[in-house]
């Protein structure tokens, strides 16, 4: 850490997710404070999209070879070398964020501080023992996992995301409580690698967000593949003997588990860094709000990312955030906003889940006649070779100016059938266009998606 008393600089970040992406070559005469409490690459590259999806895949080759007999080809599911898949995973993580790190410390126009960061005044941080200031912060401290307010929970073993895929051992019973996309993927992973899952969902289905008949789908996927999903149920008390986590749960009876993970949620880092001191106005759950250049109300501030409201938590999201900001920060006359037209999102289960624009529901309240388009993955070529019988994909569409709203899939690599969809949504193509303008190679299972559309009615 530098020694200067209250040192200077031109910028400071706040993070080093998306916020350690921002400082680059035209920077190189500015000064840069770089704060990150915690490994370099923020929640991402740690213990968000990029471990998940390494296990999801592990996963995926578990459930492939259960589910080989369909096709006619034996194989038997003799368990998964958990260490070993932990170690490779984050033997592959654990140097990249080292070496992001090595990186920036070697830089000599950046310095870089190890403790979190709060306001103590305009554009003043204070971080361990330093006080610093800077001529422009950018705020991008993101999130933690939420606890939820179980009886006794503090007093028993439990994980989140950050600790759950870093275990010493696959666990023989998982309880998983929360119906979210980390619920959704760690159950996904744990039962797909041979522990017992059972998740706890306080709503109605898994994935709530998502368009309801997609959440049900998903919801009777994961029953028929084992996992106990549990909807409409809360756990009211944990107590743990014997390495064991006992939940009481509201709809009466008890749960016994060997790992509790928790996937309630996230809450703001942005009520740890005195905000108001700072000049910040932030929402209710601490988020600094923004305007379309990602500025603060607080001159020189700006926020990104899953800390800034309105939030979105994903990654891609993030990332434009931060590129915008790099740009506003070297061309504050001629600021630009985050090119996010249409964010989509996916979440990475067997089978895969993935949406952009609005549910039915949603386009029904804007007053549009609204059309909608739904085909089954067993309708199309691809969807036969899969032995498919209950994937789906669902299209929401303007049927007077042909604009497509919105797009819903459950199956199969639906996150990358997804993106023609996402492409005409952007481009502003009409349903007709995207279905006939363009020529579908047969069979591939991208004529899930032409198809769909060919289904949206006149
Ligand atoms: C299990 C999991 C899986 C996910 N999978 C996906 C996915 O598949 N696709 C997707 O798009 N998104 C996914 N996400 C969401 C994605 O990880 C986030 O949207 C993204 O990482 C947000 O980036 P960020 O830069 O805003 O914040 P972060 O990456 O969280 O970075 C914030 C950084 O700020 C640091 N910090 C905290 N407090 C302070 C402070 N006071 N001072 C200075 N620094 C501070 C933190 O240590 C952290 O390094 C997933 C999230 C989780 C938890
Ligand atoms: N594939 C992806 O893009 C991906 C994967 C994982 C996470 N993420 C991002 O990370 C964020 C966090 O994910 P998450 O799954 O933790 O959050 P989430 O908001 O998606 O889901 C939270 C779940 O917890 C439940 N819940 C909330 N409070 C509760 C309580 N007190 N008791 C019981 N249940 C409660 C909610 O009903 C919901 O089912 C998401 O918003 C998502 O954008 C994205």
Same mark, same amino acid.
């Given at each position: 850490?530098?020694?200067?008393?209250?040192?200077?600089?031109?910028?400071? &970040?706040?993070?080093?997710?998306?916020?350690?992406?921002?400082?680059?070559?035209?920077?190189?005469?500015?000064?840069?404070?770089?704060?990150?409490?915690?490994?370099?690459?923020?929640?991402?590259?740690?213990?968000?999209?990029?471990?998940?999806?390494?296990?999801?895949?592990?996963?995926?080759?578990?459930?492939?070879?259960?589910?080989?007999?369909?096709?006619?080809?034996? *194989?038997?599911?003799?368990?998964?070398?958990?260490?070993?898949?932990?170690?490779?995973?984050?033997?592959?993580?654990?140097? &990249?964020?080292?070496?992001?790190?090595?990186?920036?410390?070697?830089?000599?126009?950046?310095?870089?501080?190890?403790?979190?960061?709060?306001?103590?005044?305009?554009?003043?941080?204070?971080? *361990?023992?330093?006080?610093?200031?800077?001529?422009?912060?950018?705020?991008?401290?993101?999130?933690?996992?939420?606890?939820?307010?179980?009886?006794? &929970?503090?007093?028993?073993?439990?994980?989140?995301?950050?600790?759950?895929?870093?275990?010493?051992?696959?666990?023989?019973?998982?309880?998983?409580?929360?119906?979210?996309?980390?619920?959704?993927?760690?159950?996904?992973?744990?039962?797909?690698?041979?522990?017992?899952?059972?998740?706890?969902?306080?709503?109605?289905?898994?994935?709530?967000?998502?368009?309801?008949?997609?959440?049900?789908?998903?919801?009777?996927?994961?029953?028929?593949?084992?996992?106990?999903?549990?909807?409409?149920?809360?756990?009211?008390?944990?107590?743990?003997?014997?390495?064991?986590?006992?939940?009481?749960?509201?709809?009466?009876?008890?749960?016994?588990?060997?790992?509790?993970?928790?996937?309630? *949620?996230?809450?703001?880092?942005?009520?740890?860094?005195?905000?108001?001191?700072?000049?910040?106005?932030?929402?209710?759950?601490?988020?600094?709000?923004?305007?379309?250049?990602?500025?603060?109300?607080?001159?020189?501030?700006?926020?990104?990312?899953?800390?800034?409201? %309105?939030?979105?938590?994903?990654?891609?999201?993030?990332?434009?955030?931060?590129?915008?900001?790099?740009?506003?920060?070297?061309?504050?006359?001629? %600021?630009?906003?985050?090119?996010?037209?249409?964010?989509?999102?996916?979440?990475?289960?067997?089978?895969?889940?993935?949406?952009?624009?609005?549910?039915?529901?949603?386009?029904?309240?804007?007053?549009?006649?609204?059309?909608?388009?739904?085909?089954?993955?067993?309708?199309?070529?691809?969807?036969?070779?899969?032995?498919?019988?209950?994937?789906?994909?669902?299209?929401?569409?303007?049927?007077?100016?042909?604009?497509?709203?919105?797009?819903?899939?459950?199956?199969?690599?639906?996150?990358?059938?997804?993106?023609?969809?996402?492409?005409?949504?952007?481009?502003?193509?009409?349903?007709?266009?995207?279905?006939? *303008?363009?020529?579908?190679?047969?069979?591939?299972?991208?004529?899930?998606?032409?198809?769909?559309?060919?289904?949206? %009615?006149?």
């Amino acid at each position: 850490m530098p020694s200067t008393a209250q040192p200077h600089y031109d910028l400071a &970040i706040l993070g080093t997710g998306s916020g350690n992406s921002i400082p680059n070559e035209a920077m190189e005469d500015w000064r840069i404070a770089i704060i990150e409490p915690d490994v370099f690459g923020g929640t991402c590259l740690n213990r968000g999209c990029i471990p998940s999806k390494m296990f999801v895949h592990a996963a995926d080759v578990g459930r492939t070879i259960r589910t080989a007999d369909r096709f006619g080809v034996h *194989g038997t599911f003799e368990g998964a070398d958990w260490p070993a898949i932990r170690d490779r995973v984050f033997g592959r993580i654990d140097p &990249i964020a080292a070496g992001g790190e090595a990186y920036r410390r070697e830089l000599p126009n950046i310095d870089v501080y190890d403790h979190p960061a709060r306001f103590v005044g305009e554009r003043t941080l204070r971080t *361990g023992d330093t006080t610093l200031t800077a001529d422009r912060v950018v705020l991008a401290a993101g999130t933690r996992p939420f606890v939820p307010t179980i009886d006794g &929970i503090d007093d028993v073993d439990f994980h989140t995301s950050d600790s759950i895929m870093r275990l010493d051992a696959l666990p023989d019973r998982l309880v998983v409580i929360g119906g979210g996309a980390v619920a959704a993927e760690m159950a996904h992973v744990f039962d797909g690698l041979g522990s017992s899952v059972t998740m706890l969902v306080r709503g109605p289905r898994l994935l709530g967000e998502e368009e309801p008949e997609i959440g049900d789908a998903l919801t009777e996927r994961f029953r028929e593949r084992g996992i106990d999903v549990r909807t409409a149920t809360v756990a009211k008390a944990a107590t743990s003997s014997g390495g064991v986590v006992s939940l009481e749960l509201d709809t009466g009876g008890s749960l016994d588990t060997d790992v509790l993970l928790l996937a309630a *949620g996230r809450r703001s880092n942005g009520d740890r860094m005195d905000l108001p001191a700072g000049g910040v106005t932030a929402d209710a759950q601490h988020r600094p709000l923004v305007d379309e250049y990602m500025r603060t109300d607080a001159e020189g501030v700006w926020a990104l990312g899953d800390l800034a409201a %309105p939030h979105h938590d994903l990654k891609h999201v993030a990332n434009a955030h931060a590129k915008a900001i790099q740009h506003n920060l070297l061309h504050p006359d001629a %600021p630009i906003a985050p090119t996010l037209p249409n964010q989509p999102r996916a979440t990475f289960t067997d089978p895969e889940v993935a949406s952009v624009g609005m549910l039915e529901e949603e386009a029904r309240h804007t007053g549009r006649r609204i059309v909608v388009g739904r085909r089954d993955y067993a309708g199309t070529a691809y969807g036969w070779a899969l032995e498919d019988t209950t994937s789906f994909a669902k299209v929401v569409a303007d049927g007077d100016t042909r604009e497509i709203l919105g797009a819903h899939i459950i199956g199969p690599m639906a996150s990358i059938l997804l993106q023609p969809l996402v492409q005409a949504m952007t481009f502003g193509q009409t349903v007709e266009q995207v279905a006939t *303008g363009v020529v579908w190679p047969h069979p591939a299972l991208t004529e899930v998606v032409e198809q769909v559309l060919l289904e949206v %009615p006149a």
